[in-house]
């Protein structure tokens, strides 16, 4: 499932980055890798804030739909 449809506190393991090569290489960047574990920290106003690698990462509603996430096996 998408990123902006994880609830707030519950943990992801990022599966798939979609998009065009250089928004896949933009997130990528910014600590969203296969594998990686994710909580959102808040969801408002059509903005997303992301706890990824020890940071945390405000994502547009569009930009998150992009990332894939599946449940984590913490």
């Known amino acids: 499932m998408p990123l ?3 609830r707030t506190g519950q943990p992801g393991v990022v599966k798939k980055i979609g998009g065009r090569e250089d928004t ?3 997130l990528e960047n910014l600590g ?3 594998g990686a574990i994710v909580t959102v920290v808040s969801d408002t106003g059509g903005n ?3 706890n990824v690698k020890e940071s945390r990462v405000a994502l547009g ?3 998150a739909n992009k990332i894939f996430v599946g ?3 913490i």
Do not use: A, C, P, Q
């Open 4 to 6: 902006s449809m994880i």
């Open 48 to 50: 997303i804030i992301v």
């Open 71 to 73: 449940g984590s096996n």
């Open 61 to 63: 509603k569009e930009m």
């Open 24 to 26: 896949r290489r933009f």
């Open 32 to 34: 969203f890798v296969i």
